[in-house]
C-alpha cells in the first residue's frame, strides 16, 4: 500500500504550462506502476498517462500526447505530470495512482491506489 498526495493544480491560461507532483509514502514506490487520471464535472474518469515502475515504459491518452510529459523520480518517491500548451478541455480534477503491477496500464480498475485529487483550470 501506498498513499499518494498530488500537488500542482491551479489556474493556468489557455497555452500555459502546470506541472503536478505526486508524493507517495511507502519504501516499495519503486516497485508500482503510476497513473495520472482526470475527471471533468459531469463526465467520467478518464485516463491520461502512465509510467513504468523502471520509467522505461510510458503510455499517453491520444488527447494529450505530445503536450504532456510524465516522469518519476524513485529516490523522491515522486511522480509528475509536466502539462504544457494546456487548453480549456484539459479542465479537470487530476489523480495520481499506483498499480502494484508494476507495468504501464490504462485500466483504472488496475490501480490499487489513489491520491485525492488535484484541480486544474485552464481559462479561455
Known amino acids: 500500500q501506498v498513499q499518494l498526495v498530488e500537488s500542482g493544480g491551479g489556474l493556468v491560461q489557455q497555452g500555459g504550462s502546470l506541472r503536478l507532483s505526486c508524493a507517495a509514502s511507502?519504501?516499495?514506490?519503486?516497485?508500482?506502476?503510476m497513473g495520472w487520471f482526470r475527471q471533468a464535472p459531469g463526465k467520467e474518469r478518464e485516463f491520461v498517462a502512465a509510467?513504468?515502475?523502471?520509467?522505461?515504459?510510458?503510455s499517453y491518452a491520444d488527447s494529450v500526447k505530445g503536450r504532456f510529459t510524465i516522469s518519476r523520480d524513485n529516490a523522491k518517491n515522486t511522480v509528475y505530470l509536466q502539462m504544457n500548451s494546456l487548453k480549456p478541455e484539459d479542465t479537470a480534477v487530476y489523480y495520481c495512482?499506483?498499480?502494484?503491477?508494476?507495468?504501464?496500464?490504462?485500466?483504472?480498475?488496475?490501480?490499487?491506489?489513489w491520491g485525492q485529487g488535484t484541480q486544474v483550470t485552464v481559462s479561455s
Open positions: 511507502g519504501r516499495t514506490f519503486s516497485s508500482y506502476a
Open positions: 495512482a499506483a498499480d502494484q503491477g508494476g507495468y504501464v496500464t490504462t485500466r483504472s480498475f488496475m490501480y490499487d491506489n
Open positions: 509510467i513504468s515502475w523502471s520509467g522505461g515504459s510510458t
